[in-house]
């Protein structure tokens, strides 16, 4: 089956206040929506010239993701938006009555101009999502704000936790390197998220002068868990390879390390929110619609794009304006990462994220192997 569809027949079957509504008003499908893009594209402005590369890029995948909509039958009027990365700028767009009748906003991307948007979405009960930074509500309303990245102390709380349900049969060790130890924002959230899904005691070690073959119980598996994202760190996870009932799991920037010797890297396990797998079936007919239509390779942003306008607008065409309250507490598989909302007040957040582990200049997924 199509995997757009087999998304749509997930997001209907677990609507049935919709088909009650079916009556009372269109059906979703047979709606025209008005969704507006809000990005800072810079545009007469030279200076900006990096902001604009990757608002061009990933405007790409909006239109890549538009045209697979659009098969489906949904009916939309896209609004794209130069915020100019000034908040000035956006209370002017938002002065336009015609934006009161928004179904849909994604963007803009800083926080001054965030908060002009939060504002005027809080008032006319507008869906609103921040798509690539993470955002306190900073206005205090009463409508949430939809972040498509989490807060640090959520994104340690839930690696922990599917690190404990991935690696069930594992002792873990937090490695905190500041010196911090149990006040640490990552090493103590990582071991609140093991600990509550996993039942296990887990101890945060500085690395020097206390070890994990100090805690250690000499018979389980051991998943030593690193916060730290510098070339000490790495340094010290590479020296604990040695071990071969021990796995080691760092950050994703160790990857990006000046002068890393990548070979020492095999086996090493990462974490991160964003992850391609290269052998997907959608991953690869992505990269032939990209090569199709613009050339070359999709990039960071591209794919980024493509997934969040492609999931919003899939939710809106099933379940209308009230969509954010359907997509929490569920897991919903994209190109370069799941996203799995969790509601914390009126802020709604992703706590997807990604386990891979490299092996020869090759990425793998890494949560079907325990």
């Excluded at 103590?188 to 600990?195: A, H, L, Y």
């Excluded at 690395?207 to 070339?231: C, E, H, R």
Aim: hydrophobic fraction near 40%; include cysteine.
């Amino acid at each position: 089956m199509n995997k757009l569809l087999s998304l749509i027949l997930t997001f209907l079957s677990l609507s049935t206040a919709l088909q009650a509504a079916a009556k009372a008003k269109p059906l979703p499908f047979e709606k025209e929506y008005r969704v507006v893009l809000m990005l800072p594209f810079c545009i007469g402005m030279p200076e900006e010239t990096k902001k604009r590369e990757v608002m061009a890029q990933y405007y790409e995948g909006v239109e890549m993701a538009i045209k697979e909509l659009e098969a489906m039958g949904m009916k939309m009027n896209l609004i794209v938006l130069d915020t100019r990365q000034d908040s000035l700028e956006v209370i002017r767009l938002l002065s336009d009555p015609e934006m009161q009748k928004s179904d849909l906003i994604i963007g803009p991307v800083y926080d001054n101009e965030l908060v002009e948007v939060e504002k005027f979405c809080a008032t006319y009960k507008i869906p609103l999502v921040s798509p690539l930074r993470y955002v306190p509500n900073t206005f205090g309303a009463d409508f949430p704000l939809i972040n498509c990245n989490p807060a640090d102390s959520l994104l340690y709380f839930y690696t922990g936790k599917n690190a404990a349900t991935g690696f069930k049969n594992f002792q873990a060790i937090v490695v905190d390197e500041t010196g911090l130890g149990i006040s640490a924002s990552g090493a103590r959230n990582f071991k609140k998220g093991f600990e509550a899904a996993g039942g296990k005691s887990v101890k945060i070690i500085d690395g020097k002068s206390q070890t994990p073959s100090m805690f250690w119980n000499g018979k389980d598996s051991l998943l030593i868990f690193y916060t730290g994202k510098s070339a000490s760190c790495s340094n010290n996870g590479i020296s604990n390879k040695t071990n071969g009932m021990w796995l080691i799991m760092g950050p994703a920037e160790w990857l990006n390390i000046d002068r890393m010797n990548y070979n020492s890297l095999n086996g090493i396990y990462f974490y991160d929110s964003y992850f391609i797998n290269n052998s997907d079936s959608s991953y690869k007919v992505l990269r032939k619609n990209y090569r199709e239509n613009y050339g070359g390779e999709p990039d960071r942003y591209t794919i980024i794009a493509y997934d969040q306008f492609q999931f919003f607008c899939l939710a809106l065409m099933c379940w209308d304006s009230e969509f954010y309250n359907k997509i929490t507490e569920k897991e919903f598989d994209y190109t370069h990462r799941t996203f799995q909302f969790v509601k914390r007040g009126n802020l709604i957040e992703n706590a997807g994220l990604n386990f891979f582990y490299y092996d020869n200049y090759n990425f793998y997924r890494a949560n079907w192997r325990y």
